[in-house]
């Protein structure tokens, strides 16, 4: 839901999407939290006369995530080393083995789906897909929060160690679990697959919401993964959900991402991806390390860029076994595939622009530094309507990995205090841009 007030304001509904623990992970029951959201745009707002916030979000409701048993709920505990879970009509699926309640009660061995959630769009009849770095998997979700569909990606996609599927991410659990469980893994790097904590970092659905793209944050290993110069060319799957029970895989692209500076030292990972239209979509790509409560407060690489498929090779089913590789270990693209064609679009961090509202780029640790992670898209029309309008406003929202001094745990349970000594709010910023489209990219 999107409107624009008789004032000029505007007002809609927001589905965000919190991932999984932080400095080892923790039994966080994923969930999806409902925000309502006010927008007053502030056009003459100067650097000398900044306006300030103007994005204002209240709190509605939560749903959190159950298996498709719809009792067990899942974790954001590492999966374990070896092994899985199953259901009737599933395929295998992550899963954590952990003590009592995994907070460090109790000795009862436990089992669930681990998921560390990072795209969620909302389907046509109210569920909710969600991907996941994990497996990586893609996931359905009834509005209650219930399981009913998992898409396990092409086995070149699958996490492999020792000659098995491995799901884990090397991801210590912050509370011990059974002996060999959530205490690391041999070898902390997967050879092959999706490489740690860089599975499906984005997804989104088409404007009808009949197909489904989900893209891994930076290449799988054995396609250049594991160095930092090399992880350039990610794969993109296309999926027909008109049957949302029964996913049809159709297409797999590559798709080229870009460096972080001119020397391409170092590959600017995927944090999101947008459909816009046809073949074209927003990737936001950006740097790590950099921003408030981190080691240097300036980001070189912050952006939402436009990629387009249209002439990208179509390598579905050519590339897809355990053993293929789109490209060599040093990341060099095998001859005979077109990537997508990737140009830069929308720069986050220009303090011109940031300075006008009362936020920054570099400089001083304060609250109104940008945070490091910046992990969502969304677009809406800037005349509110579902129409052929080429204005839009462009959301992007951080990730502040509950960096917080007077948090808690366990559904409040137990108090928490990040050991960095840092408060990092929750940001969310806010561009108006022109892209011609010939019909709106979603239901409004």
Not at 277 to 282: E, L, M, T, Y
Request: hydrophobic share 35%; charged share 20%.
């Amino acid at each position: 839901m999107w409107e624009k007030n008789k004032d000029g304001s505007y007002k809609g509904v927001l589905y965000a999407l919190p991932d999984r623990g932080w400095q080892g992970t923790i039994n966080y029951q994923p969930r999806i939290h409902k925000f309502g959201i006010t927008f007053t745009p502030k056009p003459s707002a100067t650097v000398a006369a900044p306006s300030g916030p103007n994005l204002v979000f209240t709190y509605m409701d939560t749903t959190l995530l159950y298996g498709p048993d719809g009792k067990t709920p899942c974790t954001g505990l590492d999966a374990d080393p070896t092994g899985h879970i199953s259901y009737p009509g599933f395929p295998p699926l992550p899963g954590a083995t952990f003590l009592g309640d995994g907070w460090g009660n109790g000795n009862t061995i436990q089992r669930a789906i681990t998921i560390d959630g990072e795209g969620l769009a909302l389907g046509n009849d109210g569920t909710f897909w969600i991907s996941d770095e994990y497996g990586p998997y893609v996931y359905q979700f009834k509005p209650n929060g219930k399981m009913i569909t998992a898409i396990r990606p092409v086995d070149a996609i699958i996490p492999m160690r020792n000659g098995t599927e491995s799901f884990s991410a090397n991801s210590p659990y912050l509370f011990p679990g059974p002996p060999g469980f959530g205490n690391g893994v041999i070898p902390a790097d997967n050879p092959t697959g999706r490489d740690n904590n860089k599975g499906f970092e984005g997804m989104t659905l088409s404007g009808d919401r009949k197909t489904l793209f989900v893209a891994l944050q930076a290449a799988d290993n054995q396609e250049g993964g594991l160095k930092a110069t090399g992880r350039r060319y990610i794969r993109l799957l296309k999926y027909d959900i008109t049957v949302s029970s029964s996913p049809r895989f159709a297409r797999e692209y590559v798709v080229p991402l870009p460096f972080q500076n001119a020397a391409h030292t170092k590959v600017a990972a995927e944090s999101e991806i947008f459909h816009i239209q046809d073949g074209s979509f927003f990737i936001l790509a950006r740097d790590s390390g950099a921003g408030h409560g981190q080691a240097s407060p300036t980001s070189v690489y912050r952006h939402i860029d436009i990629f387009n498929v249209d002439l990208a090779t179509n390598i579905k089913g050519q590339h897809d076994c355990s053993t293929c590789a789109i490209a060599d270990a040093n990341g060099v693209l095998n001859t005979g595939i077109t990537p997508a064609e990737y140009c830069s679009f929308i720069d986050f961090n220009i303090n011109a622009q940031l300075n006008r509202f009362g936020v920054h780029n570099g400089g001083v640790q304060d609250q109104f530094l940008l945070n490091e992670k910046w992990e969502s898209i969304g677009m809406v029309p800037v005349d509110g309507k579902h129409g052929d309008d080429d204005e839009w406003f462009v959301f992007s929202l951080s990730d502040n990995d509950f960096i917080t001094q007077d948090g808690f745990l366990n559904f409040g349970q137990s108090p928490y205090k990040d050991a960095s000594g840092f408060n990092l709010d929750n940001q969310a910023l806010v561009f108006r841009i022109k892209l011609p489209i010939h019909s709106a990219p979603f239901p409004v």
